[in-house]
């Protein structure tokens, strides 16, 4: 058990540490890439999404690899209406 | 949304809010202090303060669930809505420093590191009364974390509206893990009566308003008939008030009908940030405002004005022997609509 819950931890704590290797980078390089509306953003605003990005850093990196923008977002309305419904 | 971010977008609103939010927190952290150790006169400092940020973080978590609920019951709870977010911070710094004393306090004079002695130290994982009731704190810490570091609207355009919210529902793990890890830690060693009926209370409380505030959902999400044109019947002209909106479900999603002006437009009545109730808004200098945070969009083309690129589908409107109906097929997003004139209207058509 002890075994098992250190194995945990100390992958978790990989995970964070590389999380915030590439929030640093994210913050300064990235995320005007992947969220238009981040050009410019206050330094403010760059360290209060960095928790976020060290929690969800694969999503991003991912995005930011692709070259993807925000995504849009998907409900019955935007389906039907972009779907050639009509 | 759409705008250049900041860290946090302050207006008098929610510098009142979050004045008030921490005005009542600090009285409420003096307040324990205060009386605790007059009803357990041998209670440790550390203790003491480890009971006072936990209780104050599970009150704290009853106010956040209640807000959503109430305002569906009642409009004038709307501002307790308008900066929820701040508060769920709020709650994420009150849990993380109660599992911060929680783990000095029982764990950081072991053999082993304090977290991992947090996990191994009750090995009763089979019993259901001494089930380690750490691990449920930890679970619901966890969840509360994740929920504040992506509560900046950054999070709500990169993960999309849906996923954000449903990604946010995870408050209701985290309600059900912290009772647990209530009723199976602090009530077994603190049997006060008061105490246990406090946390059966607070569960009936928020089970209470969900059930209220669901059956009053349940009406505006039962999906109206279709013509044999499979166009659907609003209402009444006359029972559109002026720069308000009836609400119908069709196409899968509610459609807003906002009355302004003497014309009719349609909607979609899913905001975009948050994915607020649109059509419980209202019309305020010639734009739909969304009632949760005042984001705004033209009527007639639901595109939000200029700086700001948000847009919702609109629909076709029409009216047969005084009654709207709605085409259920939407246009895309952002997609200008004649507005229907409301016949006798100023600014509408003759009757």
Request: with cysteine.
């Given at each position: 058990m002890i075994a098992i819950v250190e194995t945990a931890v100390t992958l978790a704590r990989l995970y964070g540490a590389l999380g915030l290797a590439f929030a640093v980078a994210f913050v300064l390089l990235g995320i005007q890439r992947v969220d238009p509306s981040a050009r410019g953003a206050s330094w403010g605003f760059r360290v209060a999404v960095i928790?976020?990005?060290?929690?969800?850093?694969?999503?991003?990196?991912?995005?930011?690899?692709?070259?993807?923008?925000?995504?849009?977002?998907?409900?019955?309305?935007?389906?039907?209406?972009?779907?050639?419904?009509? | 949304m759409s705008v250049s971010y900041k860290a946090v977008q302050w207006n008098r609103q929610k510098l009142v809010y979050d004045a008030v939010l921490l005005a009542a927190l600090g009285t409420y952290l003096v307040g324990f202090h205060q009386l605790a150790p007059?009803?357990?006169p041998n209670v440790?400092?550390?203790?003491l303060r480890m009971r006072a940020f936990g209780s104050a973080a599970f009150l704290l978590l009853h106010v956040v669930l209640s807000?959503?609920?109430?305002?569906?019951?009642?409009?004038?709870?709307?501002?307790?809505?308008?900066?929820?977010?701040?508060m769920g911070v709020v709650?994420?710094?009150?849990?993380?420093?109660?599992?911060?004393?929680?783990?000095?306090?029982?764990?950081?004079?072991?053999?082993?590191e304090p977290v991992v002695s947090l996990f191994v130290s009750n090995p009763a994982v089979g019993s259901v009364a001494r089930f380690p009731f750490e691990w449920l704190g930890a679970g619901a810490l966890a969840i509360l974390v994740l929920m504040a570091a992506t509560s900046h609207d950054f999070w709500l355009a990169n993960l999309t509206a849906p996923t954000w919210k449903a990604l946010h529902m995870g408050v209701y793990a985290a309600y059900a893990l912290l009772v647990g890890h209530v009723a199976l830690g602090a009530l077994q060693t603190n049997t006060h009566p008061g105490l246990t009926?406090?946390?059966?209370?607070?569960?009936?409380?928020?089970?209470?308003?969900?059930?209220?505030?669901?059956?009053?959902?349940?009406?505006?999400?039962?999906?109206?008939t279709a013509g044999a044109d499979g166009w659907v019947e609003?209402?009444?002209?006359?029972?559109?008030?002026?720069?308000r909106a009836r609400v119908v479900f069709a196409g899968?999603?509610?459609?807003?009908?906002f009355r302004y002006d003497g014309r009719l437009s349609a909607l979609s009545a899913v905001c975009q940030h948050q994915n607020g109730p649109l059509g419980e808004g209202r019309i305020v200098d010639g734009l739909v405002t969304c009632p949760w945070h005042g984001f705004q969009y033209r009527p007639d083309c639901g595109a939000a004005p200029e700086p700001f690129t948000e847009k919702l589908p609109t629909f076709d409107l029409a009216l047969r022997q005084g009654r709207v109906w709605v085409n259920p097929r939407p246009h895309p997003p952002g997609t200008p609509v004649e507005p229907l004139p409301v016949p006798g209207a100023p600014g509408g058509e003759a009757a």
């Open positions: 928790p976020g990005v060290v929690l969800l850093w694969p999503l991003l990196a991912l995005r930011w690899l692709r070259g993807r923008q925000t995504p849009v977002e998907r409900n019955a309305h935007r389906a039907a209406a972009t779907g050639g419904a009509r | 007059r009803l357990d440790e400092p550390m203790n807000i959503g609920p109430l305002c569906r019951i009642d409009r004038r709870f709307l501002p307790l809505l308008y900066n929820r977010r701040h709650l994420c710094g009150l849990a993380l420093y109660h599992a911060d004393l929680a783990l000095t306090w029982y764990h950081a004079y072991g053999n082993l009926a406090g946390v059966v209370l607070g569960a009936l409380w928020i089970l209470g308003v969900h059930l209220v505030a669901a059956h009053r959902e349940r009406a505006a999400d039962t999906p109206a609003v209402c009444a002209v006359g029972e559109i008030p002026e720069d899968g999603e509610r459609i807003a009908v």
